[in-house]
């Protein structure tokens, strides 16, 4: 055995001691790295593992539908693919542009500048048409792919545009419903986890949110059969008076729901950005005008309910030209003297002035107010004006008699059609609304959404009623107005045959800014009323702007009236009856109200 | 050494601790069952059992997870079939559609208030 001197130099101990105390170096630097790894830097590495294997899936929300009254679908968001390429994995770009541009119809140099760039990713075409991705997907092409994305659909088109509003690319309310009750419709994003395994599989970690909260599908009042024959109607009579536009709205008159609200100029919400932003508005609650002859209701029932007319009453009509100040006020047609009921049948500005001025201002202004004007009528629609009423404090004489007969104020198509439903439920208004109710995930119809404290924070159908006039006088203006569609009266061409029609028709001019005065050119030509008389079930009210055919209410909107009032009583089964009976029987109404 | 003599060792109380576990016999009692093949096979084979069923159920967890997902994946594709179709109905039924079909291939007019009247006078009438 070879003992050199110099091995002998160390002992066995010291050896063994130099062993150890390079393992214990080593040791001692694996577990500096260890703790290294695993207390300071653990976080950020459990992260990097995390992502190897586990990926979070963000699942964002359906957006919840729109139904009209009888659950048929106006807005609804639909699943479509969006197309993709990842430049760099394409083969053959020309192939690949060759194959897609007659599917896409994306012209074939434009497709393939793009697929030849140098980006990773490039969307081609996004919400595709479920056909042109089934073909794209036949294709199977290395480099292009889908990802799912909603889009907003509205099935009916220009149905309704303006009242449903819209929604943008990525889904969110931007007009109208679709707007007003954003926070209702989108709902939350929900999130979760899931592992990635080989075979490209992944399985769940955490529970998938199967019911995302707070996400409501709306259902309103409207019922989409009478919107038809509103727009219908409407559009003819648009057209027929080759008027600038026009409004209607109509009121169930008993509840205050509405059952249609329809603008012209059509709107179609699917294409919304090939429309000017005046056609996005809904003119029925945005549109203040001036109501004209229509207000006269308002002013006899607040001249009777005061006691400063009686219905036997006779007024003289200054045989067609009343002086106030400079101010000179102007019948249509002189009149002589006339009765109360004649007042609103010939429709006398001047006599309208004279039961306006009878009452002080504030009284005058107080039934104003009752009546719904010159504040919002909270139906749940988005946009609603106020309108304008001057305070009783500035109203100077001629403004006093103008507001009698519905000049000098600005009120919107809603709060109109509200005050004259005022007649048709023994002189309580009735508050219009649009949603009836919303509906959750589990398709339960609720008529209020409670906040997380328990509190109501949204409430639906049917508001509360506010007497505004005397049941007696109610019905005595429901009697003059019934008269207006009779022989005589201004409103004959809203008669149908077999019911008892009540109405009041308006013309007004407008109000020239560039002037400085009323126009003598352009019109608002207007019909409100309601009908079966005896017992309502339909209160309709038409605007149409500036129609230069004619520039009467009784003329233009009347007609309008008329056949949206006919076609829907029918269509409630209202029957009409034989003619000279103009009553209908309180059973076929009852039947009409469901 | 028998299972039974290692049991007895274990149990083996003092007069003076009579309801005290006796920790230091843990050890003791481990090493002695692993100088026993027939314990110590027992002891691996049930936790070689236990294992194996451990791991039979972590993967019928997997496949069974991964099943509900591909089923609420289809589920959801279904559904929004089921919307599309939906949304067709309502876009071919809609009224002003109805309306034209009905006027264009059936001849149907909207109903008037005047064929009422007509039919009511025609039964009356008659009954006079």
């Known amino acids: ?594 | 050494m028998s299972l039974s003599s290692i049991v007895h060792s274990a149990r083996r109380k003092p007069r003076s601790l009579k309801h005290q576990f006796r920790w230091k016999l843990v050890p003791r009692f481990i090493w002695q069952s692993m100088q026993s093949f027939h314990i110590t096979l027992l002891v691996w084979g049930l936790v070689t059992i236990g294992c194996i069923f451990y791991l039979s159920q972590w993967m019928n967890y997997r496949q069974v997870a991964h099943r509900i997902d591909s089923l609420e994946t289809k589920h959801s594709k279904l559904f929004y079939e089921l919307e599309l179709l939906e949304v067709e109905t309502s876009y071919l039924t809609r009224p002003q559609r109805l309306e034209a079909l009905a006027g264009k291939t059936m001849l149907m007019a909207s109903p008037d208030t005047v064929q009422y009247q007509l039919s009511w006078v025609d039964v009356s009438s008659s009954a006079e």
């Open chain 1, 1 to 594: 055995m070879n003992h050199s001197p110099h091995f002998q130099l160390y002992s066995f101990k010291t050896r063994l001691l130099t062993v150890l105390a390079f393992f214990g170096i080593c040791f001692l630097a694996v577990l500096g790295r260890v703790f290294f790894l695993q207390i300071l830097k653990a976080d950020y590495y459990i992260q990097k593992a995390k992502s190897q294997h586990e990926r979070t899936v963000t699942l964002e929300p359906h957006r919840g539908r729109i139904l009209d009254k009888n659950g048929r679908i106006l807005a609804v968001s639909i699943q479509l693919k969006s197309l993709f390429a990842k430049p760099t994995q394409i083969e053959s770009p020309a192939q690949a542009a060759r194959l897609l541009t007659p599917i896409l119809k994306i012209p074939y140099h434009k497709l393939l500048n793009d697929l030849k760039s140098k980006r990773n990713f490039i969307w081609i075409k996004r919400q595709l048409p479920p056909e042109q991705a089934k073909l794209v997907q036949k294709l199977s092409l290395n480099g292009i792919g889908f990802i799912e994305e909603f889009r907003r659909f509205y099935p009916n088109g220009n149905f309704a545009g303006q009242l449903i509003g819209y929604a943008g690319i990525d889904t969110q309310g931007l007009e109208g419903i679709e707007s007003k009750y954003e926070p209702l419709l989108a709902g939350k994003p929900a999130v979760y986890v899931v592992e990635k395994e080989g075979m490209f599989r992944t399985v769940p970690l955490s529970n998938i949110p199967k019911k995302i909260p707070d996400q409501y599908s709306i259902q309103l009042t409207i019922d989409s059969t009478i919107q038809h024959f509103a727009e219908k109607a409407l559009r003819e009579g648009v057209v027929k008076s080759q008027a600038d536009r026009g409004t209607v709205v109509a009121l169930h008159s008993k509840t205050g729901a509405i059952l249609a609200m329809a603008s012209y100029p059509e709107f179609d919400p699917n294409r919304y950005q090939n429309y000017s932003r005046a056609h996005h508005l809904n003119q029925a609650v945005t549109l203040g005008y001036e109501p004209g002859s229509t207000f006269k209701m308002i002013t006899i029932a607040a001249g009777l309910s005061e006691g400063l007319i009686s219905p036997d009453q006779e007024f003289f009509c200054e045989n067609g030209e009343y002086k106030i100040g400079i101010n000179l006020i102007r019948d249509s047609s002189p009149h002589g003297v006339m009765t109360l009921q004649q007042v609103l049948k010939k429709s006398s500005n001047i006599c309208a002035a004279k039961i306006g001025l009878s009452m002080p201002p504030t009284r005058f202004h107080e039934y104003i107010m009752r009546f719904g004007f010159g504040r919002r009528p909270n139906s749940g629609i988005a946009a609603e004006a106020t309108g304008r009423v001057i305070s009783p404090k500035n109203w100077q004489t001629i403004d006093h008699a103008n507001i009698s007969f519905g000049q000098a104020i600005l009120v919107s198509p809603l709060q109109m059609v509200s005050a004259a439903n005022v007649f048709a439920n023994e002189g309580e208004w009735v508050p219009p609304y649009i949603v009836e109710n919303v509906i959750d995930k589990n398709g339960k119809k609720l008529k209020e959404i409670k906040d997380v404290e328990g509190e109501v924070s949204h409430k639906f159908g049917l508001g509360i009623r506010s007497p505004v006039v005397e049941a007696s006088v109610a019905e005595l203006v429901r009697k003059y107005l019934i008269s207006v569609t009779q022989k005589g009266g201004t409103a004959q061409r809203a008669a149908i045959l077999g019911y008892q029609v009540a109405g009041k028709t308006g013309t007004s001019q407008i109000y020239d800014q560039q002037l400085g005065r009323y126009s003598k050119t352009r019109y608002i030509a207007s019909f409100v009323g309601f009908a079966p008389a005896s017992d309502p079930l339909v209160t309709v009210l038409v605007v149409v702007e500036q129609p230069r055919t004619s520039h009467y209410g009784g003329t233009i909107a009347a007609p309008i009236f008329k056949e949206i009032v006919q076609r829907t009583l029918l269509f409630k089964d209202v029957l009409p009856f034989p003619e000279g009976n103009s009553e209908e029987t309180t059973a076929q109404v009852e039947t009409a109200s469901r």
